[in-house]
């Protein structure tokens, strides 16, 4: 699907509440499955990638019974079953490294397979702290499809090289059903839902700094109201800060600090972003935010902020474009090994568009404020964040830009494009 964005010559202007979070929504069916009874999850969201994960857990056994369009109850009784058949976890690589740990704590025989896109990225950063932890687990070379059997884990305290929620994740669950302590540490702190949902469904884990430790636990049933994804308000934020004139609301907005690296970001560049309102929804922080357009200056990302805001990099770096000076991102290599090689992707789209952006080996070198001229085609290669992106930063071109491949944003974000025309 080809899709053409052409420039906005007035403000984004109202109020949008944000789509539900898929990180977690993963969760949400991963541990209402686990829970002995019925759950309920309100909000769930409309991705493809968090469906991927339900009817995963639907072949292992589970039931799941839709209220309405994203309410959703959970009927499980707390154990799974073998599946007759490969789990296929479409594009979603939380689902593989999750559901890997998952199956591996409780013993399950199955095989992990994805399109064409998730087997190309890396594996062996899971597969290598199951296998310590007595995991019969195997790939090809590192890359999906993925073989568990079953085997008795034991638990580990495992230091990983990389500050990873879904490698941390993949070694919590697998710790769930295993006797001892099982620890990990970070060398900086990833986002933490998976821990936030576990201690709200009555999981013995604790967190002390960048380590986190769990023994072996039940879960309970809960009703889980899942907040807005702070990843998919990051394409409103900076449209609303890049394109003059606009003032927009986003509603029910994702606050969890682990998450919230772009809010300290424009904070930095001296943008005009106000949090309005905030509570507690399920174990996690909650508001709404205000933004409008600012003039923005350029800054440095590096560091501990790379873990809070990895999936916002790509617009970061439109946002980045029309900050005066010179932005600087580093430290965030793990960008190549997304659904595509995004520091690559990202650097040779925003030239096209005429933007003053250099490759950097971890990161990008931002020059600005650029104006982008546009008037090219583009390509998405497969990757939904980069589609979005590039939609963007078609917001602020001088001539109309042609995005192919477009569709891929459904895989995270189905309701992108009707939220934007709201604001338009």
Not at 209 to 224: A, D, M
Request: glycine content about 8%; proline content about 4%.
């Amino acid at each position: 699907m080809k899709k053409r964005v052409k420039k906005l010559y007035k403000g984004l202007e109202g109020s949008i509440k944000i789509p539900s979070d898929k990180s977690i929504s993963h969760r949400a069916v991963m541990f209402s499955s686990l829970a002995n009874g019925k759950s309920v999850i309100k909000n769930f969201s409309k991705g493809q990638d968090p469906h991927s994960t339900m009817n995963i857990f639907k072949q292992l056994g589970i039931n799941f019974e839709f209220k309405d369009s994203q309410t959703v109850i959970v009927t499980s009784s707390g154990k799974l079953t073998n599946p007759y058949a490969p789990l296929d976890c479409g594009n979603s690589g939380t689902t593989m490294r999750l559901v890997s740990g998952l199956l591996a704590g409780q013993q399950i025989s199955a095989t992990l397979t994805g399109d064409e896109s998730l087997s190309k990225r890396p594996m062996k950063r899971i597969i290598e702290p199951l296998t310590l932890m007595g995991a019969d687990i195997s790939a090809i070379d590192g890359h999906a499809p993925i073989t568990i059997k079953k085997a008795e884990l034991h638990s580990i305290d495992y230091h990983s090289k990389l500050a990873s929620a879904q490698v941390k994740s993949c070694i919590l669950l697998a710790g769930l059903n295993t006797d001892g302590t099982t620890t990990v540490t970070e060398p900086s702190i990833s986002r933490n839902h998976t821990e936030l949902m576990l201690k709200y469904m009555g999981a013995n884990i604790n967190t002390n700094g960048k380590t986190v430790s769990i023994t072996k636990s039940i879960l309970e049933p809960k009703t889980i109201e899942i907040c807005g994804d702070i990843s998919s308000a990051a394409y409103f934020i900076v449209a609303a800060l890049i394109v003059p004139g606009s003032d927009i609301i986003l509603k029910n907005v994702g606050l969890n600090p682990t998450r919230t690296g772009i809010l300290g970001v424009c904070k930095q560049m001296g943008a005009n972003v106000e949090i309005l309102s905030s509570e507690t929804k399920s174990g996690e922080p909650v508001g709404d935010i205000r933004i409008q357009y600012s003039s923005l200056k350029s800054c440095n990302i590096s560091g501990e902020t790379i873990p809070k805001l990895i999936d916002e990099l790509p617009v970061i770096a439109v946002l980045a474009t029309q900050a005066a000076g010179e932005t600087r991102i580093t430290d965030a290599k793990d960008l190549r090994n997304k659904e595509s090689d995004r520091i690559s992707v990202t650097v040779n789209a925003l030239k096209k568009l005429g933007a003053n952006i250099e490759e950097l080996p971890d990161g990008f070198l931002i020059h600005g404020k650029t104006p982008l001229t546009g008037g090219v085609e583009l390509e998405t290669f497969h990757d939904h964040r980069i589609a979005m992106s590039l939609y963007v930063a078609g917001l602020i071109c001088q001539k109309e830009i042609l995005i192919d491949g477009f569709e891929w944003a459904g895989i995270s974000f189905p309701e992108f494009e009707e939220l934007f025309n709201e604001l338009m």
